[in-house]
């Protein structure tokens, strides 16, 4: 698509963006796109759909951002976001697109929209390796240039991930170049080297990016320089020049030893020793040289009675370098007439002529040396052969055999000193054959300490293993001998008990399975001691970290969560927060709940944990859900559930007014006899409220003047609906009595009412009563706490008011025709119309058994 797509995208949400291209209307793609940078906090926020669409807005996309519905804000979630894992390497040039889909406006356009995620400089340059190197011939040219494999790596973007290289501590002698925007890095030569002067170079090799805080990373360069054979032998100063030999020397005596030395290192600075052509037959004859050390010896017996002289030239030679020359010249002088002895007497402990002395001791003094014989030979002396940490000082005519430094018995165990006889005649040195050979032994102490093979041991276990299980064996040597190198192990003793070593083979063990999510690290130090007096120690850290299995399960806060939420709240209002933990890491503790059981409206969010509704809930309708949870880990290869219960009550709120019942319409009327006592019940309001609680409580109020409410003979109870006489009624209180009553709930804070008229005729008429027009009420509208000061009620006249009139006058005149005759029939008929009127009263208010078993009355 030419842009960075994120590479964690699951079929399941391309499949679920598929359907919706097919059922929605359209898809309004177009210059809508938003951008954010990577890392922000939970909250920041991304822009809003709100500047190109209408409302209502709904996210279907909610990995990396969720929206706000009554706004279209877009802010970022609880999962950060990474650019770099986001978007593949190969991308890191282009734009990080994350594709985004959306309902809008009520006609429901589903929209595609991108949001880019913006680079910050988060990553800090890194070299595959710590340390880099190189070799340079000592005899390159200034201005060479080598080739450094090992580029800094940035996984930023951009200016972020641009890295630029310099070096430090190079001391002038190197510098950089860097070629194709840092894809090519050369080291180049700025002065001559030279092996012989200095045969390595350290430097530090800086990977900088260019981000506006700047991140670095180091390499350290190692350059060695290499030998090349630009250095020629040359003899030592100690070469001798003059030997002298007696006349009877023996076959393969040591003559002298010619040294010569060259700079150069390996091949370049091999030495080969060889006598040069001129040398005379007899020299030939008589002397060989040892090409690799320089000896020169007796290649037969001598049996010379005179004198001779002669003259070896050695030639050293070397590639490519003309030969370096020395002349020695041997003088055989007669045999003696009585040889030398050399008489030792020894100062420290021996056996058999072997000295025993311990390893460490300062420059000792080892035996007493005397030479006897020949008084010819009064000018002789004794010396060392070779080279050996001994030395023989003359002393009183005597000499003294010690030590020249401490002895080693790990570097070597046995010492020979021979000893040989120097004697002189003039200037010239002869070597007379007498010679005593010494045998020394260096006996070992505990002067070295175990050494692991490894200073720390990296150990990866899966939990839940076999109580008995072999980790690993640590090994320790010891270049002592005998007790003094004998090794055991052992534990720190703050070590964890379930953790044993084999203190003679140093294999760890541990007795116990391993619980990662108790401990997922343990550090061990083993100790290895050695047998010595007193006895040496040293130690090893061993690291072992403890790999996860799925063992547990997802465990819910509590098994029982218990919710409450208002009715007709809109959809997807939260419900509450679902806890649920799992102590595995990774994917073996990666949740995911799921509704079951149950069909109501309710669906969980998984990235947040919450419990949210789908549609708008009714309590009058149901008032309280069951549900259960089920939690599910990603575990392989068997994942692990549990799960709980969700009681989640409806909250009722004031959203059903009372229903009145009784009386059951407003031109309804009831006709009470003068003759009823006061504080009777004339009759009954019934009304009901579909809320519950406070929203359900109802009162009954007469709304009127207070003029007009002190001077009705009717009262009605606030709680009971009752309307009762307050008082005996009188020739005044005859005729029709309109009652408006508001019937009010106790919802807070506004209550909700219904209002009703209750007609009342004050008559001794037995007849039926009936209005043909409901009242009218004529005051105020705000009947919830106001009390109306208009009058209770008025009845629109029927005819104008000069009909009235005549009707008034025609009744009137009717009235007097009639007087007599109800005159006397009023005795008669009184108990009777008495009678009548109290059946009627009762029959008007009787409300059926199954009605008041229905509507709950407080009488």
Same mark, same amino acid.
């Given at each position: 698509?030419?842009?960075?797509?994120?590479?964690?995208?699951?079929?399941?949400?391309?499949?679920?963006?598929?359907?919706?291209?097919?059922?929605?209307?359209?898809?309004?793609?177009?210059?809508?796109?938003?951008?954010?940078?990577?890392?922000?906090?939970?909250?920041?926020?991304?822009?809003?759909? !709100?500047?190109?669409?209408?409302?209502?807005?709904?996210?279907?996309?909610?990995?990396?951002?969720?929206?706000?519905?009554?706004?279209?804000?877009?802010?970022?979630?609880?999962?950060?976001?990474?650019?770099?894992?986001?978007?593949?390497?190969?991308?890191?040039?282009?734009? %990080?697109?994350?594709?985004?889909?959306?309902?809008?406006?009520?006609?429901?356009?589903?929209?595609?929209?991108?949001?880019?995620?913006?680079?910050?400089?988060?990553?800090?340059?890194?070299?595959?390796?710590?340390?880099?190197?190189?070799?340079?011939?000592?005899?390159?040219?200034?201005?060479?240039?080598?080739?450094?494999?090992?580029?800094?790596?940035?996984?930023?973007?951009?200016?972020?991930?641009?890295?630029?290289?310099?070096?430090?501590?190079?001391?002038?002698?190197?510098?950089?170049?860097?070629?194709?925007?840092?894809?090519?890095?050369?080291?180049?030569?700025?002065?001559?080297?030279?092996?012989?002067?200095?045969?390595?170079?350290?430097?530090?090799?800086?990977?900088?990016?260019?981000?506006?805080?700047?991140?670095?990373?180091?390499?350290?360069?190692?350059?060695?320089?290499?030998?090349?054979?630009?250095?020629?032998?040359?003899?030592?100063?100690?070469?001798?020049?003059?030997?002298?030999?007696?006349?009877?020397?023996?076959?393969?005596?040591?003559?002298?030893?010619?040294?010569?030395?060259?700079?150069? /290192?390996?091949?370049?600075?091999?030495?080969?020793?060889?006598?040069?052509?001129?040398?005379?037959?007899?020299?030939?004859?008589?002397?060989?040289?040892?090409?690799?050390?320089?000896?020169?010896?007796?290649?037969?017996?001598?049996?010379?009675?005179?004198?001779?002289?002669?003259?070896?030239?050695?030639?050293?030679?070397?590639?490519? %370098?003309?030969?370096?020359?020395?002349?020695?010249?041997?003088?055989?002088?007669?045999?003696?007439?009585?040889?030398?002895?050399?008489?030792?007497?020894?100062?420290?402990?021996?056996?058999?002529?072997?000295?025993? &002395?311990?390893?460490?001791?300062?420059?000792?003094?080892?035996?007493?040396?005397?030479?006897?014989?020949?008084?010819?030979?009064?000018?002789?002396? &004794?010396? *060392?052969?070779?080279?050996?940490?001994?030395?023989?000082?003359?002393?009183?005519?005597?000499?003294?055999?010690?030590? !020249?430094?401490?002895?080693?018995?790990?570097?070597?165990?046995?010492?020979?000193?021979?000893? *040989?006889?120097?004697?002189?005649?003039?200037?010239?040195?002869?070597?007379?054959?007498?010679?005593?050979?010494?045998?020394?032994?260096?006996?070992?102490?505990?002067?070295?300490?175990?050494?692991?093979?490894?200073?720390?041991?990296?150990?990866?276990?899966?939990?839940?293993?076999?109580?008995?299980?072999? &980790?690993?064996?640590?090994?320790?040597?010891?270049?002592?001998?005998?007790?003094?190198?004998?090794?055991?192990?052992?534990?720190?003793?703050?070590?964890?008990?379930?953790?044993?070593?084999?203190?003679?083979?140093?294999?760890?063990?541990?007795?116990?399975?391993?619980?990662?999510?108790?401990?997922?690290?343990?550090? &061990?130090?083993?100790?290895?001691?050695?047998?010595?007096?007193?006895?040496?120690?040293?130690?090893?850290?061993?690291?072992?970290?403890?790999?996860?299995?799925?063992?547990?399960?997802?465990?819910?806060?509590?098994?029982?969560?218990?919710?409450?939420?208002?009715?007709?709240?809109?959809?997807?209002?939260?419900?509450?927060?679902?806890?649920?933990?799992?102590?595995?890491?990774?994917?073996?503790?990666?949740?995911?709940?799921?509704?079951?059981?149950?069909?109501?409206?309710?669906? @969980?969010?998984?990235?947040?944990?919450?419990?949210?509704?789908?549609?708008?809930?009714?309590?009058?309708?149901?008032?309280?859900?069951?549900?259960?949870? /089920?939690?599910?880990?990603?575990?392989?290869?068997?994942?692990?559930?549990?799960?709980?219960?969700?009681?989640?009550?409806?909250?009722?709120?004031?959203?059903?007014?009372?229903?009145?019942?009784?009386?059951?319409?407003?031109?309804?009327?009831?006709?009470?006899?003068?003759?009823?006592?006061?504080?009777?019940?004339?009759?009954?309001?019934?009304?009901?409220?579909?809320?519950?609680?406070?929203?359900?409580?109802?009162?009954?109020?007469?709304?009127?003047?207070?003029?007009?409410?002190? !001077?009705?003979?009717?009262?009605?109870?606030?709680?009971?609906?009752?309307?009762?006489?307050?008082?005996?009624?009188?020739?005044?209180?005859?005729?029709?009595?309109?009652?408006?009553?508001?019937?009010?709930?106790?919802?807070?804070?506004?209550?909700?009412?219904?209002?009703?008229?209750?007609?009342?005729?004050?008559?001794?008429?037995?007849?039926?009563?009936?209005?043909?027009?409901?009242?009218?009420?004529?005051?105020?509208?705000?009947?919830?706490?106001?009390?109306?000061?208009?009058?209770?009620?008025?009845?629109?006249?029927?005819?104008?008011?000069?009909?009235?009139?005549?009707?008034?006058?025609?009744?009137?005149?009717?009235?007097?025709?009639?007087?007599? @005759?109800?005159?006397?029939?009023?005795?008669?008929?009184?108990?009777?119309?008495?009678?009548?009127?109290?059946?009627?009263?009762?029959?008007?208010?009787?409300?059926?058994?199954?009605?008041?078993?229905?509507?709950?009355?407080?009488?």
């Amino acid at each position: 698509m030419g842009h960075g797509t994120p590479h964690n995208m699951n079929w399941t949400g391309l499949l679920q963006n598929l359907l919706l291209l097919v059922h929605l209307r359209q898809i309004i793609c177009g210059s809508v796109q938003f951008s954010v940078p990577e890392e922000q906090e939970p909250g920041t926020l991304a822009g809003s759909l !709100s500047e190109h669409f209408l409302p209502p807005y709904q996210l279907l996309t909610q990995d990396y951002l969720w929206l706000d519905r009554s706004t279209g804000n877009l802010y970022t979630t609880e999962l950060k976001i990474d650019r770099e894992i986001l978007c593949p390497e190969e991308t890191k040039a282009e734009e %990080c697109i994350i594709l985004h889909y959306a309902i809008v406006s009520s006609s429901g356009e589903l929209i595609q929209f991108p949001v880019i995620i913006e680079d910050v400089n988060d990553n800090a340059p890194h070299f595959e390796n710590n340390e880099i190197h190189l070799r340079i011939s000592e005899d390159v040219v200034v201005g060479t240039s080598f080739l450094i494999d090992d580029q800094a790596l940035d996984s930023d973007a951009g200016p972020n991930g641009e890295v630029h290289y310099h070096l430090e501590d190079s001391g002038g002698v190197f510098s950089l170049k860097v070629e194709d925007e840092g894809l090519v890095i050369m080291l180049v030569v700025q002065a001559a080297l030279d092996r012989e002067t200095q045969d390595q170079y350290r430097m530090a090799l800086v990977a900088t990016d260019c981000g506006t805080e700047h991140l670095s990373a180091t390499a350290t360069l190692k350059v060695t320089v290499t030998d090349v054979n630009d250095n020629c032998p040359n003899f030592s100063s100690d070469s001798p020049r003059n030997v002298t030999i007696p006349g009877d020397a023996q076959k393969n005596m040591f003559v002298a030893q010619v040294r010569a030395t060259d700079s150069d /290192l390996g091949l370049n600075a091999a030495i080969t020793y060889s006598l040069s052509p001129k040398v005379s037959e007899r020299a030939k004859k008589l002397f060989s040289l040892d090409s690799l050390t320089g000896y020169i010896r007796l290649t037969q017996d001598l049996r010379s009675d005179n004198s001779e002289e002669l003259v070896l030239k050695v030639l050293a030679s070397s590639h490519h %370098c003309p030969p370096a020359d020395i002349q020695v010249t041997v003088s055989v002088l007669p045999k003696a007439n009585k040889e030398l002895t050399i008489k030792i007497k020894f100062i420290v402990d021996h056996h058999n002529q072997t000295l025993v &002395l311990p390893e460490n001791q300062p420059p000792t003094g080892l035996a007493v040396l005397e030479l006897e014989g020949d008084s010819s030979f009064k000018g002789s002396s &004794l010396a *060392i052969e070779g080279e050996v940490p001994f030395t023989l000082n003359p002393q009183n005519g005597k000499y003294l055999l010690s030590t !020249s430094k401490p002895l080693d018995y790990e570097m070597k165990r046995e010492h020979h000193i021979t000893v *040989i006889v120097h004697g002189r005649s003039g200037e010239v040195s002869t070597i007379i054959p007498s010679r005593h050979t010494i045998r020394v032994l260096v006996a070992d102490v505990n002067d070295n300490s175990p050494r692991f093979l490894q200073s720390h041991y990296l150990l990866d276990v899966m939990e839940n293993n076999q109580p008995g299980m072999s &980790l690993l064996q640590v090994s320790a040597s010891d270049a002592d001998s005998a007790h003094n190198g004998r090794v055991t192990y052992r534990l720190d003793k703050h070590t964890s008990t379930i953790f044993y070593i084999d203190r003679v083979s140093g294999q760890l063990s541990v007795s116990d399975s391993l619980d990662r999510e108790e401990q997922s690290e343990h550090k &061990l130090i083993v100790f290895a001691r050695d047998g010595g007096s007193p006895p040496l120690e040293s130690a090893t850290t061993v690291s072992i970290c403890v790999l996860d299995q799925n063992d547990n399960a997802p465990v819910f806060k509590t098994p029982h969560f218990i919710f409450f939420i208002s009715e007709n709240v809109p959809p997807f209002t939260l419900v509450g927060r679902v806890g649920v933990t799992d102590s595995d890491e990774g994917e073996n503790g990666n949740t995911v709940l799921h509704v079951v059981n149950s069909s109501g409206p309710f669906v @969980v969010d998984n990235p947040q944990g919450t419990l949210h509704t789908t549609t708008n809930l009714d309590r009058e309708t149901q008032d309280s859900y069951e549900l259960y949870l /089920l939690a599910s880990d990603h575990g392989h290869p068997v994942n692990f559930t549990s799960t709980a219960r969700v009681t989640i009550f409806v909250e009722d709120i004031n959203d059903n007014q009372p229903k009145v019942i009784f009386p059951s319409s407003n031109s309804s009327c009831l006709t009470v006899s003068p003759t009823a006592t006061a504080g009777s019940m004339v009759t009954k309001i019934y009304a009901i409220d579909e809320d519950s609680g406070l929203n359900s409580e109802i009162t009954y109020t007469i709304v009127a003047p207070e003029s007009v409410k002190n !001077s009705s003979p009717f009262q009605v109870d606030s709680r009971s609906g009752n309307i009762t006489l307050t008082q005996r009624l009188l020739q005044t209180h005859l005729g029709m009595h309109h009652l408006f009553i508001v019937v009010r709930d106790g919802g807070k804070p506004i209550p909700l009412f219904s209002t009703v008229w209750v007609n009342l005729l004050v008559n001794e008429s037995t007849e039926p009563c009936h209005l043909e027009r409901a009242p009218t009420w004529t005051g105020t509208t705000n009947l919830v706490q106001t009390p109306s000061r208009a009058p209770i009620c008025e009845i629109e006249a029927p005819r104008s008011a000069q009909l009235t009139l005549l009707a008034g006058m025609g009744l009137m005149l009717a009235s007097t025709c009639l007087f007599l @005759v109800t005159s006397v029939l009023y005795i008669k008929q009184r108990r009777l119309s008495v009678r009548q009127k109290t059946r009627g009263q009762i029959d008007e208010n009787e409300i059926p058994l199954r009605g008041r078993d229905k509507y709950n009355s407080n009488d």
